[in-house]
Structure formats: C-alpha cells, structure tokens
C-alpha cells in the first residue's frame, strides 16, 4: 500500500516535487521512514534536523505510521 508524503521548503527540491509516494510494507515508524527516506533521498542528511509531521502534528520517532496518515517533511525554518 502506498502512502503519500507531503514535502515542504528546500524538501520539494530533493524529491523533485511537493509530493511522493511510498509502498508501506509491514510496520513502520517514524524513525523507520527518517531512515528509508534519507537512503532514497540522501539530501536529507545535509539537513541538520527535519520534522516529519503525521495528521498535522509533529510526530515523535516511535510512533507508528498508517496507511491513512497524512506526512508531511518540514525542513528547519529560519527568520527575522
């Protein structure tokens, strides 16, 4: 089953879009898909830290994903 990630600032560049999509297979967490991600997308790991948020709220690592979670990568955000 795939489930679709949303992708936020500098995020769009290294998937090439605002959007993927990702079999889910089995049980996964939050740390599991950090980690699947940052091996498909290694950009990833030039950030120094990025938030994935699950149903609009930022999700700690351990919590496991379903298939009709919404995710969202946000990058750090910086301003003045």
Do not use: W
Not at 14 to 31: D, K, M, W, Y
Not at 36 to 60: F, I, Q
């Amino acid at each position: 089953m795939d489930i679709n990630i949303l992708a936020f600032g500098i995020v769009k560049e290294f998937f090439g879009g605002p959007s993927i999509a990702l079999e889910l297979q089995g049980r996964l967490t939050v740390a599991g898909l950090k980690e699947k991600l940052e091996a498909t997308y290694p950009d990833l790991k030039r950030l120094r830290t990025y938030m994935v948020a699950v149903n609009d709220e930022y999700a700690e690592d351990e919590l496991v994903i379903r298939p009709e979670d919404e995710i969202a990568i946000i990058p750090p955000v910086s301003g003045g």
